[in-house]
């Protein structure tokens, strides 16, 4: 079983900022995708921003330029720096790690890949 803890959430004026991170635990061989998702009240989950192991980095168009994503592998931990937040940021941010090789009950590496999600962590933007 693989565990993602997410942390750093809270209430912040527009303009301000807050950094998310989210720590992966569990019999972890190798996690080839982490993320931040997020969902607002009526609406969908959307992505916010991704990053590989090797370090390529996807944004949403929305947060280019205010988010940076960034990612600690020997760790199994992602951080999410927010800033010029605005209040259209406010929702539920969740964090993902997607391609999840683990090890099993011999410690030999699992041939197959899971995908594992956060309790998810509030994110309120006043105006």
């Known amino acids: 079983q693989v565990q993602l803890v997410e942390s750093g959430g809270g209430l912040v004026q527009a303009g301000g900022s807050l950094r998310l991170s989210c720590a992966a635990s569990?019999?972890?061989?190798?996690?080839?995708?982490m993320g931040w998702y997020r969902q607002a009240p009526g609406k969908q989950r959307e992505l916010v921003a991704t990053?590989?192991?090797?370090?390529?980095?996807n944004y949403a168009d929305s947060v280019k330029g205010r988010f940076t994503i960034s990612r600690d592998n020997a760790k199994n931990t992602e951080y999410l720096q927010m800033n010029s937040l605005k209040p259209e940021d406010t929702a539920v941010y969740y964090c993902?790690?997607?391609?999840?090789?683990?090890?099993?009950?011999?410690?030999?590496?699992?041939?197959?890949?899971?995908?594992?999600w956060g309790q998810g962590t509030q994110v309120t933007v006043s105006s």
């Open positions: 990053i590989t192991t090797g370090g390529s980095i």
């Open positions: 569990g019999r972890i061989f190798s996690i080839n995708a």
């Open positions: 993902n790690a997607n391609g999840v090789k683990c090890y099993d009950d011999r410690y030999r590496v699992e041939p197959f890949e899971r995908a594992y």
